[in-house]
């Protein structure tokens, strides 16, 4: 496997992360009564949205083809969130803990390719920028959990 071929798999993993946690991030705002909550979960949804263009366009760089859907697995967690919130006496924390636990799958596959030792500058800066974005929306999420529990 080229090394352009490898990144770019990596690449596309990090997209299809993305738009899992895009698609997420609405359903979540979809399942929740608390105003600030759920515009803090549409802003997540666009910033994921932004993230998975900026990944597209590096894939595209690289001469690859970006995927443009999400996984099965994100499917199933976003349906896994919208059935806890269902049988949850409190729908925000069990949509919170979920969204937790995407977003901290999300940064583990971000450290994982930061390991790279030979990334592009571009991409390096690029995946930096994402997963310190990622790291801040955990950290505030945590807040948000501790703020309906």
């Known amino acids: ?26 359903n979540a705002a979809k399942n929740v009564d608390i105003h600030t909550l759920k515009q803090f979960f549409e802003r997540m949804s666009t910033e994921r949205g932004e993230f998975a263009k900026e990944l ?9 083809e970006p995927k443009d859907s999400g996984s099965f697995k ?26 937790l636990r995407g977003e901290e799958k999300s940064l583990e ?7 790279e030792r030979n990334l592009l500058a571009s991409i390096d800066a690029l995946l930096f920028k994402q997963k310190n974005a990622i790291q801040a929306t955990i950290n505030s999420m945590k807040t948000h959990e501790e703020l309906v529990s």
Do not use: C, P
């Open 109 to 115: 596959a971000y450290f994982n390719i930061l390991r």
């Open 74 to 99: 994100g499917l199933v967690h976003r349906n896994w969130m919208t059935l806890k919130s269902t049988f949850s006496s409190n729908d925000e924390e069990a949509i919170i803990e979920e969204v």
């Open 56 to 64: 597209k366009k590096e894939i595209l760089r690289y001469g690859e």
């Open 1 to 26: 496997m080229k090394y352009t071929e490898k990144i770019s798999n990596q690449l596309n993993e990090l997209l299809i992360k993305n738009i899992d946690a895009e698609k997420g991030y609405k």
